[in-house]
């Protein structure tokens, strides 16, 4: 054991706490499932059809309340998590292992997009066939997105596993940082893709039946697991120099222990109509691969194009010093507590909204949307005003330099007029999402994060400087969410011809 770490004791401490919490909730999970059936049989609806509860019964504000907060939770862990890896490797003091984790951050995030390219477009039909009663069909859809997604996830490995010598100059690794990023790409991108792919997939699919808290508990167990290892394996099991491959390795195992539950979770609930981990109810009839990408992929590519923004940006930043680069990065690490929140809310309704939606219960859909719609607005609007208000100190929490915390205040106190706008906007995206609306999901998607706000990074720097770049989020969100108000709008438009069900088990409050 290596001293000089004495953080590590901290997070070691947590472990007895962490695993009695974990048997706790394996526990209660298996209570909550036979008293679940139980019900079942007692049910006035069929048992097949009684787990709908909150889809169709529970008043909806506490619908979204039991299906946002386990998804807002889970984000909000996960940027802890997200974090974790490099604060840990910041502790080395070896700008070549901190940089080798910044240079395999894009082809990361990729594994991110096909797990959204899944499970996403599976959550959207999966729920829609519930609210039609298709329980049949959206069996096949949860195969074919399940094995789907680590079959995307096991090319990809391959993928890294060959073409990684030559990915990470390209990526820009340098000779300093190529052993590094060499090492991590190894252990979470060729050995950890199947977990990583499958514990977010997993949780979008589990989620879409309206288990959205054994959903979140999956996949936050993954994130509080790769704090308490990061630490362990890097300054204690492994020799000093290879803390990158330490951090690596414990994100693997994080993933994977995250996967494990959700496929014990999938085999103890087998006789759900819907889950399946059977292959033989794989199904490429029905049009179901078509329904499911078509709906997938402009979630995927918004996951991609985020990065891609995030990589034009730091470019062009760069020219303007590393205390301005450095500002941005912290600028952008603290207004992910309200971008995330909001994208967590808005994932977890997207069940909900697509039973709505096949059940043709608009009333309940538009109540959802809106009740939605106004949380998040006033949770945007409390970020606003706070990181407004307390921009220079969250700033300097994470880096004591003065001009650095300058560049961040600046940055911020810009970026947070954006909050309440991004709110809306995933929310009516996650609307097109669940009910099918392919174009109008791809045309935002590839509007807020590409189409507009890199071209107005290059013309706002080139006479505003750095605080150009940043200018260019909240103006795109502007745009973004005014089209999107407009095609919502539009949207509800069709449902004045169909009928609304208003009756008893609509649940409205």
Same mark, same amino acid.
């Given at each position: ?12 401490? *947590? ?9 706790? $909730? ?9 008293? %679940? ?7 006035? =609806? ?50 070549? =292992? ?21 499970? +996403?477009?599976?959550?959207?039909? +999966? ?15 949860? /195969? ?17 596993? %060959?073409?990684?010598?030559?990915? +990470? ?23 950890? /893709? ?16 309206? /288990? !959205?808290?054994?959903?979140? *508990?999956?996949?936050? =167990? ?9 630490? @362990? *394996? ?19 195992? $994080? ?10 979770? @999938? ?15 794989? $199904? *490429?009839?029905?049009h179901i691969p078509g329904d499911v990408l078509t709906i997938g992929f402009p979630a995927a590519l918004q996951t991609t194009l985020a990065m891609v923004s995030n990589i034009f !940006? ?33 994932q977890g309704i997207l069940p909900l909204i697509g039973y709505s939606y096949g059940a043709k219960n608009y009333g309940r859909l538009r109540e959802a949307v809106r009740k939605t ?25 994470? +880096? ?21 706008? /991004? ?7 996650t609307v097109f999402q669940a009910t099918g609306r392919k174009l109008q999901s791809f045309l935002l998607s590839t509007l807020r994060k590409g189409l507009l706000d890199v071209p107005?990074?290059?013309? %706002?720097? $080139? ?25 919502? %709008? ?20």
């Open positions: 054991m290596r001293k000089g770490h004495p953080q590590i004791w901290g997070c070691l401490l *947590f472990c007895p706490a962490v695993f009695c919490y974990l048997h706790e $909730s394996v526990s209660n999970a298996r209570y909550s499932s036979e008293v %679940f059936y139980k019900k079942q049989e007692e049910h006035p =609806m069929s048992r097949k059809y009684a787990e709908t509860y909150v889809f169709e019964e529970a008043p909806v504000l506490k619908a979204i309340v039991i299906m946002g907060v386990p998804t807002v939770i889970t984000q909000l862990i996960n940027i802890i998590y997200n974090y974790a890896d490099t604060w840990f490797v910041g502790r080395t003091g070896n700008p070549a =292992m901190v940089a080798s984790m910044s240079v395999t951050m894009p082809v990361f995030v990729i594994m991110a997009a096909l797990a959204n390219l899944f499970g +996403i477009g599976g959550s959207s039909v +999966i729920s829609r066939n519930l609210g039609q009663k298709n329980p049949e069909r959206a069996r096949k859809v949860f /195969a074919f997105c399940l094995y789907g997604g680590l079959a995307s996830a096991i090319v990809y490995a391959l993928f890294m596993f %060959f073409c990684r010598s030559w990915l +990470i100059p390209l990526i820009g690794g340098d000779s300093s940082s190529y052993p590094y990023a060499y090492s991590y790409i190894f252990w979470t991108m060729v050995i950890g /893709a199947v977990p990583t792919v499958g514990n977010v997939l997993c949780g979008h699919l589990v989620r879409s039946i309206g /288990a !959205a808290k054994e959903a979140g *508990f999956g996949m936050s =167990m993954g994130g509080i697991l790769n704090i308490i290892l990061d630490p @362990l *394996f890097m300054f204690v099991l492994l020799p000093s120099g290879m803390e990158v491959t330490g951090a690596a390795i414990a994100t693997m195992l $994080s993933n994977t222990a995250s996967l494990l539950y959700f496929l014990i979770f @999938l085999l103890r609930h087998r006789n759900n109509p819907v889950f399946t981990v059977n292959p033989k109810d794989i $199904s *490429f009839k029905e !940006a730091n470019a062009l930043v760069k020219a303007y010093g590393s205390e301005a680069v450095a500002g941005m990065g912290v600028a952008k690490k603290i207004n992910m507590i309200a971008f995330n929140t909001s994208m967590g809310l808005t719609g106004i949380i998040a607005v006033i949770f945007g609007c409390i970020c606003t005003v706070l990181f407004r208000l307390f921009a220079s100190p969250m700033c300097r929490f994470f +880096i004591d330099e003065d001009i650095s915390v300058s560049y961040g205040n600046t940055f911020l106190r810009t970026i947070a007029f954006a909050a309440p706008l /991004a709110a809306l906007c995933y929310l009516f995206n107005g990074m290059f013309l %706002f720097s $080139s006479f505003l400087g750095a605080f150009g770049v940043v200018l260019a989020t909240p103006i795109a969100e502007v745009i973004s969410t005014a089209l999107a108000i407009i095609l919502y %709008f539009r949207f509800l438009q069709n449902f004045k011809t169909e009928p609304f069900n208003t009756s008893r088990r609509s649940g409205r409050n």
